[in-house]
């Protein structure tokens, strides 16, 4: 069965920071990966997918991730984080049908 | 309408009341979910249709049912409410890439 766990709960980083969020998966084929975005009582917003190919996936907001295979990860990262990007941040494992699993969402607190 | 479209935006129900959460998709996408978001557990998946006249249960049915009588349309029943269905739901529609996109949420309180 897949699952997703996200070890951090909450991360507070400065303003103008760097940020990298943790993702490890758990999945028996290549998966497909997803960063999603949501502020407080928002929806979710796609922030980037991995399905295939480069392992450093690109995203909105300057955001990007990395897919590692043999960690079982796809970490989230930021190389100079905004006020504006406090959010919760899931990640996301699909696979066999369109169903995908959610981690439980990292809580980004940004100081001023 | 673009996207997603969710009623009502939120709601406070008494226990044991029948209540129909609805979501409307645009984009005609042949999937649509429906999720609960609970602090600290993420977005667990209740029921799902990968196409229209199709359902099938997800994590976390129990209480819960769908219909999905065309395309566009996918309502969630709560035949009789629970305290503990107090929840934010999400519905979401996909294409065939698996991205999955989100309506903006209904916030249900059951007493």
């Known amino acids: 069965a897949q699952s997703v766990t996200q070890p951090d709960i909450h991360i507070t980083v400065s303003e103008g920071a760097s940020l990298e969020l943790r993702c490890n998966y758990s999945?028996?084929?290549?998966?497909?990966l997803f960063w999603y975005v949501q502020s407080p009582g928002q929806g979710l917003q796609l922030l980037l997918k991995?399905?295939?190919?480069?392992?450093l996936v690109q995203g909105i907001k300057g955001f990007e991730a990395e897919f590692k295979r043999s960690q079982s990860s796809f970490n989230l990262r930021k190389p100079s984080v905004h006020w504006s990007d406090a959010a919760e941040y899931f990640c996301?494992?699909?696979?066999?049908?369109?169903?995908?699993?959610f981690g439980a969402g990292t809580i980004l607190r940004v100081k001023s | 309408i673009a996207g997603i479209t969710q009623a009502p935006t939120s709601q406070i129900l008494a226990a044991g009341r029948r209540m129909t959460l609805r979501c409307t998709q645009d984009m005609r996408h042949n999937a649509m979910y429906w999720y609960r978001q609970d602090l600290g557990l993420g977005l667990r998946l209740i029921h799902y249709s990968n196409t229209a006249g199709t359902t099938g249960k997800g994590e976390v049915p129990d209480g819960y049912s769908v219909s999905r009588a065309n395309t566009d349309d996918f309502p969630l029943t709560l035949a009789s409410a629970v305290p503990s269905q107090t929840s934010v739901y999400f519905c979401?529609?996909?294409?065939?890439?698996?991205?999955?996109?989100f309506g903006p949420g209904t916030r249900l309180t059951v007493l």
């Open positions: 996301a494992v699909g696979g066999y049908g369109n169903k995908l699993v």
């Open positions: 979401a529609s996909s294409d065939s890439t698996h991205e999955q996109f």
């Open positions: 991995y399905f295939s190919g480069d392992t």
């Open positions: 999945y028996g084929a290549t998966p497909y």
